[in-house]
């Protein structure tokens, strides 16, 4: 694929990632893999991807660590390092590039092209690094964050409340020995726009407020109050 050939392509990406690039010599580099840039047949010599790679990586660490840091005031340093870790690793970029159908737009050597390389989950997770990157050269941080976050919230959300899906399973065990107990969730509180929505919960033993938890999810808002009731009973430590 060539770019100069083929600007509707360019579009067409452009429209999918919601950003238009200044300098489209940027873009190529990107989406440029090192068997391509490796092979001397090209005509013209194109720096691979990597070093857009390397400075990528640190772009999304940034924004993914600001926007949990602002959102997920409840947990500690470990859980938001383990929320990070999740987001960030492999196999989610690999899903993320793939909603952009980024493997069809790259610049790959022969070789990995008969081998099926624009479907190779490391080749689309570095690219999607490298794409964020020259977003973030050609454009600055806020066009970045603007990029990233509306694809890679529902990741966080799922890192989120998967850290927390044993505290409801937890609390119902212990309720359950005693049969009469009645445990309930009850949503109090929904508010924020739609694109951001918080909601808050209580869980009730009979009549008795347990705990009470918030957040981005009815889900994860659930979790929380049962780990506040875990706290308050003395099943989990105050710091968990």
Known sequence: MSFNKEPKAMELLENRMGYSFKNNAILK????????????????????NERLEFLGDSVLSVIVSEFIYKNYKQFNEGILTRIRATVVCEGSLYELSSKLELGSFMYLGHGELISEGRKRKSILADAFEALLAAIYLDGG??????????????????AATGLNE???????KIVQQTPEELLEYTLV????????????????LNTNLLGTGRGRSKREAEQLAAQEALKLLGIIDEES
Request: glycine fraction near 2%.
């Open 29 to 48: 580099k990107a989406l440029t893999h090192s068997s391509y840039s490796n092979e001397v047949k090209h005509k013209e010599k194109t720096d691979c």
């Open 189 to 204: 509180r929904e508010e924020g726009p739609p694109h951001d929505r918080y909601f808050t919960f209580n869980v009730m």
């Open 141 to 158: 941080m806020e066009k970045a964050r603007k990029f990233l976050l509306p694809l890679i919230k529902p990741e966080i959300e799922k």
């Open 166 to 172: 044993d505290y409801k399973s937890l609390l119902q």
